[in-house]
């Protein structure tokens, strides 16, 4: 079965830099969620869509971005990196209640 | 305050016994969902199993099992004949009611998670 498929799943910025993170979600998944989770610590909520429209906001930074485009895959985007953000960066998608996360993106700043 | 509680830190479990893992939360939505994701050393985030909370009978995936007493307000997760490969972090989450704003589902709210070790 498909999964979702984010991509770089390693990426290695130095501070003040930019990042973008992509997700393809399941084929039909309706919902796209961003976690974060830190070294040591549960997948924090950054935001989701549904439907290409935002449907919720958590802990995000100002400094951080996203969107769901038109064939349902979502970007993050993160500027002005701080050492702080070095962390793993889910998406996942869902149609119903269950959320199916994808491999993540390891964002190391140096 | 903390929605969603995993008192242990780590727990061992001898091969092909079975292992208990906790999980209390805390919600005042009528409607939610309970879900047990196990992350592997590798990083990715599997789910395992959900129960949502006004199923009659508690969910069962193959030797997964939750046990979900809900005046006690706990999910605890119940693995069978445990398996060198369940070694890894389970983290349980809660999914309470959508944004009242939007139409899907919301976001997860995870414990701090627990790390099993299965020994040979």
């Known amino acids: 079965a498909a999964g979702v498929i984010q991509s770089p799943r390693h990426l290695i910025k130095e501070k003040r830099e930019t990042a973008t993170l992509k997700c393809y979600p399941i084929?039909?998944?309706?919902?796209v969620y961003w976690y974060q989770q830190g070294p040591g610590q549960d997948p924090q909520f950054l935001i989701s869509?549904?439907?290409?429209?935002?449907?919720d906001k958590g802990s995000i930074p100002d400094r951080f971005s996203a969107q769901q485009f038109s064939d349902y895959h979502s970007e993050l985007n993160m500027s002005s990196l701080e050492l702080g953000d070095s962390a793993l960066y889910f998406c996942?998608?869902?149609?119903?209640?269950?959320?199916?996360f994808g491999p993540g993106t390891r964002l190391t700043v140096l | 305050a903390q929605k969603i509680t995993q008192t242990q830190p780590g727990m061992f479990v001898q091969e092909k016994e079975a292992v208990t893992l906790d999980c209390t939360y805390d919600?005042?939505?009528?409607?939610?969902?309970l879900f047990w994701y196990k992350q592997p050393s590798s990083g990715e985030m599997i789910f395992l199993i959900y129960q949502g909370s006004y199923d009659q009978q508690n969910a069962t995936e193959g030797r997964y099992s939750l046990n979900f007493q809900k005046a006690r307000k706990s999910a605890n997760l119940v693995i069978s004949a445990s398996q060198l490969g369940d070694s890894a972090m389970y983290f349980c989450?809660?999914?309470?009611?959508?944004?009242?704003?939007?139409?899907?589902?919301?976001?997860?709210?995870f414990g701090q998670g627990t790390i099993l070790t299965v020994h040979p």
């Open positions: 869509f549904y439907e290409k429209m935002q449907s």
């Open positions: 919600t005042s939505d009528p409607s939610y969902g």
């Open positions: 996942a998608s869902s149609l119903l209640d269950t959320q199916y």
């Open positions: 084929p039909r998944h309706d919902t």
């Open positions: 989450a809660m999914r309470e009611e959508a944004n009242a704003g939007g139409t899907s589902y919301g976001k997860l709210t």
